[in-house]
T-cell receptor
Framework: KQEVTQIPAALSVPEGENLVLNCSFT??????LQWFRQDPGKGLTSLLL?????REQTSGRLNASLDKSSGRSTLYIAASQPGDSATYLC????????FGKGTRLHILP | DAGVTQSPTHLIKTRGQQVTLRCSPI?????VSWYQQVLGQGPQFIFQ???????GRGNFPDRFSARQFPNYSSELNVNALLLGDSALYLC????????????FGPGTRLTVT
């Protein structure tokens, strides 16, 4: 049974710092992995999609990596800003889509 | 282009009642998926429909059902509501089944009293 874990559950960092969010999964037989952002009480905004054959994807200040063999993905956020404060979720796709519980990120002005 | 839309935005029901939630995918998208998100948790997969057929089902009781219409919009029905069904219900659309990015709607907040 696929399980997705995100560490840490919550993180507070000063504005301007670079940071890394972690996602691990137990079954490496996935089609892809997707990172999302969720603001309180809102829907999910897609950030990056990494296919199983890819190693990383980049969009602006965001970089996501995927290591299928070790069952890990990281989301790197460069030069963090207060507007980055949100919950970040990763989801892996095999026959279903399995989400982690998310990392609540707070950027301190 | 319009994104994924869901209706209603908020809903309050009492235990034992039935509820229908609606979702319109992005134009051209043929796959719709439904998720339940309880406060403080990640979304839990309920159903996926593609080309009007059920293509995946999560670990939810038979009280939950869904369908997809010829225009690819979808409805999620929940019968005999329980207090534990209170959650944010999210709909996502994508062009195809497995390999595509999912785009989420704003969700429907269901409160069961």
């Amino acid at each position: 049974k696929q399980e997705v874990t995100q560490i840490p559950a919550a993180l507070s960092v000063p504005e301007g710092e670079n940071l890394v969010l972690n996602c691990s999964f137990t079954d490496s037989a996935i089609y892809n992995l997707q990172w999302f952002r969720q603001d309180p009480g809102k829907g999910l905004t897609s950030l990056l999609l990494i296919q199983s054959s890819q190693r990383e994807q980049t969009s602006g200040r965001l970089n996501a990596s995927l290591d299928k063999s070790s069952g890990r993905s990281t989301l790197y956020i460069a030069a963090s800003q207060p507007g980055d404060s949100a919950t970040y979720l990763c989801a892996v796709r095999d026959d279903k889509i399995i989400f982690g519980k998310g990392t609540r990120l707070h950027i301190l002005p | 282009d319009a994104g994924v839309t869901q209706s209603p935005t908020h809903l309050i029901k009492t235990r034992g009642q039935q509820v229908t939630l609606r979702c319109s995918p992005i134009s051209g998208h043929k796959s719709v998926s439904w998720y339940q998100q309880v406060l403080g948790q990640g979304p839990q997969f309920i159903f996926q429909y593609y080309e009007k057929e059920e293509r995946g089902r999560g670990n939810f009781p038979d009280r939950f059902s869904a369908r997809q219409f010829p225009n690819y919009s979808s409805e999620l029905n929940v019968n005999a509501l329980l207090l534990g069904d209170s959650a944010l219900y999210l709909c996502a659309s994508s062009p195809g089944q497995r390999l595509y990015e999912q785009y989420f709607g704003p969700g429907t907040r269901l409160t069961v009293t």
